[in-house]
Nanobody, 120 residues
Framework: QVQLVESGGGLVQPGGSLSLSCAAS????????VGWYRQAPGKQRELVAQ???????NYADSVKGRATISRDNAQNTISLQLNSLKPEDTAVYYC??????????????WGQGTQVTVSS
């Protein structure tokens, strides 16, 4: 069973930074597109950043210039660095991966989410 596990959330002061990590495990042959999404209370889940296997990335307008997504294809890890945090960045952050399993099944995998709260 493929699992994605996030870490690194918590309480951060406005203007601060945080780094989120996501480790994928299980019968993984390859990760293709990966990304980070977030969902604030009462709002829909939204894309924060995504990255293709080739390294091409794109970001939501709300985080452009403040966020950096990265991946390690050998370790099957996905990271997000977010700087100059604002209260509106408060949300549950989820990592995502399009996975090709060792059984040659393609599936969408999601982490369980990690809470990020930006507050003084």
């Amino acid at each position: 069973q493929v699992q994605l596990v996030e870490s690194g959330g918590g309480l951060v002061q406005p203007g601060g930074s945080l780094s989120l990590s996501c480790a994928a495990s299980g019968p993984i042959f390859r990760l293709y597109g990966v990304g980070w999404y977030r969902q604030a209370p009462g709002k829909q889940r939204e894309l924060v950043a995504q990255m293709a296997r080739t390294g091409t990335s794109n970001y939501a307008d709300s985080v452009k210039g403040r966020a950096t997504i990265s991946r390690d294809n050998a370790q099957n890890t996905i990271s997000l660095q977010l700087n100059s945090l604002k209260p509106e960045d408060t949300a549950v952050y989820y990592c995502y991966a399009m996975v090709l399993t060792t059984s040659e099944d393609a599936l969408d995998a999601w982490g369980q989410g990690t809470q990020v709260t930006v507050s003084s």
